[in-house]
Nanobody
């Protein structure tokens, strides 16, 4: 079992930065893949970024060049640094854990555990 708790969301303006945190418990974060997804009202869930157990990182098209995923093994926490935020980044952001290996990290169905989400609102 893995428990995930997101934090760090909030209301910011276009061009601002935010850092989201995903604190894990129940299993060492470096032994599985952690992904970030987001979902805006009326839209499908979207893959944002992931870091695998081997520290390989992946990014969705909307995150490339602006977002950075990182992991602090000592704190058992994964971060999502978001820079140059745009109004279209407004969504609920979820972190998720996948204990599967050799699967596509951009597919939400490959994740076993999910956090409750944190709201990010970017005002233009």
């Amino acid at each position: 079992q893995v428990q995930l708790v997101e934090s760090g969301g909030g209301l910011v303006q276009t061009g601002d930065s935010l850092r989201l945190s995903c604190a894990a418990s129940g299993r060492t974060v470096s032994t599985y893949t952690t992904g970030w997804f987001r979902q805006a009202p009326g839209r499908e869930r979207e893959f944002v970024a992931a870091v695998t157990w081997s520290s390989t990182t992946f990014y969705g098209d909307s995150a490339k060049g602006r977002f950075t995923i990182s992991r602090d093994n000592a704190k058992n926490t994964v971060y999502l640094q978001m820079n140059s935020l745009k109004a279209e980044d407004t969504a609920v952001y979820y972190c998720a854990a996948s204990t599967k290996r050799g699967v596509r990290v951009s597919v939400g169905l490959n994740y076993d555990y999910w956090g409750q989400g944190t709201q990010v609102t970017v005002s233009s």
